[in-house]
């Protein structure tokens, strides 16, 4: 049943590529005529020239330019919604600083007064503030690296925007039909990759 199975697979498979293609003979009433109207020949669209120091530049200037230059327009939003998660988390770890700190100063201002403090817990209070002073650091060497990323990512786009990638360019496979030495025939697939013009 699977032998049945693979060979009807094969059958359609090589049918389909098989298939005739209409060329310029057409069938009319039994006789062949040929067509007198020749094709236009495609035009191809010139395409944009996109300079990769003009869309650094415009990158450097104001994020997210360099992208809309390249005409990729939806990395925009991507670009300033990580500005805008970078600059929340900054705010956040700022105020989460600034509260540990106001618990140590409050201690330090009851020692002050003559109170007797716990050291433990203004250890622990001056430890939380360092570790959130300096997620908050470590968050704007993330901003700053997210602008950076935005200034190489517009640059290597207008790069590769250049690059032909035609419908050439890939892999045929081709179903392939033919006769062995001794006559016998054989079907195989055949595999072209096309270099050059």
């Known amino acids: 049943m699977k032998i049945r199975i693979a060979a009807v697979l094969l059958l359609l498979t090589l049918s389909y590529g098989l298939q005739a293609q209409k060329d310029s ?16 020949p495609k035009l191809k669209k010139p395409k944009k020239f996109y300079d990769p120091k003009v869309a650094s530049r415009r990158s450097a200037l104001l994020p997210g330019l360099g992208q809309i ?33 106001g618990l140590a100063k409050e201690l330090i201002a009851e020692q002050d007064a003559g109170n007797v403090i716990d050291e433990n817990a203004l250890r622990v209070y001056r430890r ?10 470590l968050l704007y060497l993330v901003t700053l690296g997210v602008y950076v990323l935005n200034i190489a990512e517009a640059a290597i786009d207008a790069h590769l925007k250049g690059f032909d990638v035609d419908e050439n360019l890939g892999l ?10 001794n006559g016998a025939p ?4 055949g595999f072209t ?5």
Do not use: M
Request: proline share 5%.
């Open 69 to 101: 230059y390249n005409d990729s327009w939806w990395k925009v939003p991507i670009l300033y919604g990580g500005f805008g998660l970078a600059i929340y988390y900054i705010d956040f770890n700022n105020d989460a600083r600034l509260h540990w700190e």
């Open 128 to 137: 939380r503030a360092d570790t959130w002073r300096s997620n908050r650091d």
């Open 172 to 181: 045929n496979l081709k179903p392939k039909l033919g006769v062995i030495n």
């Open 25 to 40: 003979l057409q069938l009319l009433d039994g006789l062949r005529i040929e067509e007198t109207e020749p094709k236009a």
């Open 193 to 197: 990759i096309p270099i050059g013009r």
């Open 186 to 189: 054989y079907l195989g697939i």
